[in-house]
């Protein structure tokens, strides 16, 4: 069995620190893509007003091709953000709609149903320029406002986006509440909703439960996961948001359940150390602290 993961210290793992120079973004841009990992989430084209760590997206990338191999995404949450993510070449665009009225009014300004309705124009200018896009559902376990998302909140957007066209679907777990329970039952009402679209899901580790709740994703047949070298990460815009679950971390508990990601373990722990020493400081990862288990039993002495 195989889960692709896609590394968001780039964006979501910046967007809440100070902003760091397009350099430094590069040195830890350059240790996440020598981990191994096929897709990298690389910034966010929204208000530098409102997230200045991210200003500089346009300029960084201009430096992608340097990293061959590698599938870039951005995040985008309006339709000039769609322009600009196009015109700097990104072929993959992530399209976040808060399932959650006031998380979406917070996080950008407008009503979840304004947020949909500008689906099918974001997925129609995306096709038009060849590039796919990912409908990203925020809150859709709980919203830091207005407490616990109904789930047909979180299936009425997914089922407006796959009308849409989108190419991909996630459920993001934005305040990090969710528990395995609650993703199996959430992920069974999608499923059938999607058809073949791939599945995703992003989650944090705020209260402890974020790997539980991605392996509960996988076993439930999702094959697609965000993490963040180090555990970077938090939402602006939703109080108590904070650091997304752990690459290393996430890669730890499935490559010993079996399941290929494709990541070198010992990479993504030094690319953990590359991402707290970026933003200067921070607790690090359960890996960064204790470092792999040892695969090889010493031999005995005869």
Same mark, same amino acid.
């Given at each position: 069995?195989?889960?692709?993961?896609?590394?968001?210290?780039?964006?979501?793992?910046?967007?809440?620190?100070?902003?760091?120079?397009?350099?430094?973004?590069?040195?830890?841009?350059?240790?996440?893509?020598?981990?191994?990992?096929?897709?990298?989430?690389?910034?966010?084209?929204?208000?530098?007003?409102?997230?200045?760590?991210?200003?500089?997206?346009?300029?960084?990338?201009?430096?992608?091709?340097?990293?061959?191999?590698?599938?870039?995404?951005?995040?985008? #949450?309006? %339709?000039?953000?769609?322009?600009?993510? +196009? *015109? =700097?070449?990104?072929?993959? &665009?992530?399209?976040?709609?808060? /399932?959650?009225?006031?998380?979406?009014?917070?996080?950008?300004?407008?009503?979840?149903?304004?947020?949909?309705?500008?689906?099918?124009?974001?997925?129609?200018?995306?096709?038009?320029?060849?590039?796919?896009?990912?409908?990203?559902?925020?809150?859709?376990?709980?919203?830091?406002?207005?407490?616990?998302?109904?789930?047909?909140?979180?299936?009425?957007?997914?089922?407006?986006?796959?009308?849409?066209?989108?190419?991909?679907?996630?459920?993001?777990?934005?305040?990090?509440?969710?528990?395995?329970?609650?993703?199996?039952?959430?992920?069974?009402?999608?499923?059938?909703?999607?058809?073949?679209?791939?599945?995703?899901?992003?989650?944090?580790?705020?209260?402890?439960?974020?790997?539980?709740?991605?392996? #509960?994703? %996988?076993?439930?047949?999702?094959?697609? +996961? *965000? =993490?963040?070298?180090?555990? &970077?990460?938090?939402?602006?815009? /939703?109080?108590?948001?904070?650091?997304?679950?752990?690459?290393?971390?996430?890669?730890?508990?499935?490559?010993?359940?079996?399941?290929?990601?494709?990541?070198?373990?010992?990479?993504?722990?030094?690319?953990?150390?590359?991402?707290?020493?970026?933003?200067?400081?921070?607790?690090?990862?359960?890996?960064?602290?204790?470092?792999?288990?040892?695969?090889?039993?010493?031999?005995?002495?005869?």
């Amino acid at each position: 069995m195989d889960v692709t993961i896609r590394d968001v210290a780039m964006r979501d793992g910046l967007q809440i620190e100070e902003p760091i120079s397009t350099a430094a973004k590069l040195e830890l841009l350059e240790a996440i893509c020598d981990t191994g990992v096929r897709e990298v989430e690389v910034t966010a084209f929204v208000s530098p007003s409102k997230v200045p760590a991210l200003a500089d997206a346009a300029e960084l990338c201009t430096h992608l091709d340097r990293f061959p191999g590698v599938s870039f995404s951005a995040l985008v #949450a309006s %339709v000039g953000g769609v322009r600009r993510a +196009l *015109d =700097a070449g990104l072929s993959n &665009l992530e399209y976040v709609v808060s /399932a959650s009225d006031a998380h979406s009014r917070a996080n950008v300004g407008r009503d979840t149903e304004a947020s949909v309705t500008l689906i099918d124009e974001i997925v129609a200018m995306a096709h038009a320029a060849g590039a796919g896009v990912e409908v990203i559902v925020a809150t859709a376990w709980d919203c830091p406002f207005d407490g616990p998302t109904p789930p047909e909140r979180v299936t009425g957007v997914i089922s407006r986006a796959v009308d849409a066209g989108a190419d991909r679907i996630s459920i993001a777990d934005t305040i990090g509440t969710t528990t395995p329970g609650r993703v199996s039952d959430l992920v069974a009402q999608v499923v059938p909703l999607i058809g073949e679209l791939p599945l995703g899901a992003h989650f944090h580790n705020t209260r402890g439960s974020g790997l539980a709740s991605a392996y #509960a994703a %996988v076993q439930a047949g999702i094959s697609r +996961l *965000d =993490a963040s070298v180090g555990g &970077l990460g938090g939402c602006p815009f /939703a109080p108590g948001a904070s650091g997304n679950i752990a690459t290393e971390d996430l890669v730890y508990l499935l490559r010993d359940s079996g399941i290929e990601t494709g990541i070198d373990l010992d990479a993504a722990i030094r690319a953990g150390r590359v991402a707290i020493g970026a933003v200067g400081g921070g607790t690090g990862s359960a890996l960064m602290r204790a470092g792999d288990r040892k695969l090889v039993a010493p031999a005995v002495a005869r």
